[in-house]
C-alpha cells in the first residue's frame, strides 16, 4: 500500500521561506518520480515542479524558478521543496504525488496516482 504524507506548511510573511516534506512509504523512490503541485479554492491543481526516480531531471513552473529548489533524500525516501522569496501568490495548499508508473517523467497531474493529503502554506503581505 502506498503512502503518501506531506507536511512543513504553514503562515509566513511575503519574502520568507518554508521547507516542505514528502514522504513516501510502499514505493521506493529510486524507481519514482515526485512532483509537487498546488490548488487554490476554485481552480484546479496546478503543477509547481518534479524530480525523477535518479535526480537526474529536475522541472519547475515559470512562476517558481529561482525560487523553489526540489530535492530528494533515498535513504529517507522523501522529496522535499524548499520555497524561498515566497510571496502570496503562492499561497495554496501544496500536494506530493507519485505517478503510477515506474520510471516515468512526467508534470502531468492525470499522470499521478498516489497523493497526500495535502499541506496548507500562506503567505501574508
Known amino acids: 500500500q502506498v503512502q503518501v504524507a506531506e507536511s512543513g506548511g504553514g503562515l509566513v510573511q511575503a519574502g520568507g521561506s518554508l521547507r516542505l516534506s514528502c514522504d513516501v512509504s510502499g514505493r521506493s523512490l529510486t524507481a519514482y518520480t515526485v512532483g509537487w503541485f498546488r490548488q487554490v479554492p476554485g481552480k484546479r491543481r496546478e503543477y509547481v515542479a518534479v524530480i525523477s526516480w535518479n535526480g537526474n531531471d529536475i522541472n519547475y513552473t515559470d512562476s517558481v524558478k529561482g525560487r523553489f529548489t526540489i530535492s530528494k533524500d533515498n535513504a529517507k525516501n522523501a522529496v522535499y521543496l524548499q520555497m524561498n522569496s515566497l510571496k502570496p501568490e503562492d499561497t495554496a495548499v501544496y500536494y506530493c504525488?507519485?505517478?503510477?508508473?515506474?520510471?516515468?517523467?512526467?508534470?502531468?497531474?492525470?499522470?499521478?496516482?498516489?497523493w497526500g493529503q495535502g499541506t496548507q502554506v500562506t503567505v501574508s503581505s
Open positions: 504525488g507519485v505517478p503510477g508508473r515506474q520510471k516515468y517523467y512526467t508534470g502531468r497531474e492525470n499522470q499521478y496516482e498516489h
